[in-house]
């Protein structure tokens, strides 16, 4: 096998890039199930659709993932906050409820930032043909 030439990105295997888009799927599907405990049916199909437009393939698609997910995060911090102050007036514990919404909350910031990862910019952002 050839060595790539200097400055040429390497070849990425198809299982790295989708093992790091695991994460991803993962977080729309718990994105979807929140919405579907809260009778969004629009905002499930939406959450559902989202990793499918990395298929695009292109800037756009990965930056409208990632201020979706970055969104998601914050629909799940929003909901910790929430759920807290009901708690808390009622007079129930809310500590593990907190640790495992925020939990969720910093998986979905995470699969922002996966989207970030160099075998993934590299397989997901091609150059637009003109």
């Given at each position: 096998?050839?060595?790539?030439?200097?400055?040429?990105?390497?070849?990425?295997?198809?299982l790295k890039v989708g093992l790091l888009l695991v994460p991803v799927g993962l977080s729309a599907l718990l994105q979807a199930a929140h919405f579907l405990r809260f009778g969004g049916c629009g905002m499930v199909a939406v959450s559902l659709a989202l990793p499918?437009?990395?298929?695009?393939?292109?800037g756009w698609a990965v930056r409208l993932v990632q201020v979706a997910l970055v969104a998601g995060a914050a629909s799940w911090g929003w909901t910790a906050l929430g759920f807290m102050q009901e708690r808390q007036l009622m007079g129930a514990p809310y500590l593990r409820m907190l640790l495992i919404l925020g939990g969720v909350a910093l998986f979905t910031l995470g699969s922002a930032l996966v989207l970030e990862a160099g075998p993934l910019r590299r397989r997901l952002r091609r150059p637009s043909r003109r």
């Open positions: 096998m050839d060595a790539p030439a200097p400055g040429a990105a390497p070849e990425d295997s198809g499918f437009v990395l298929l695009a393939r292109r």
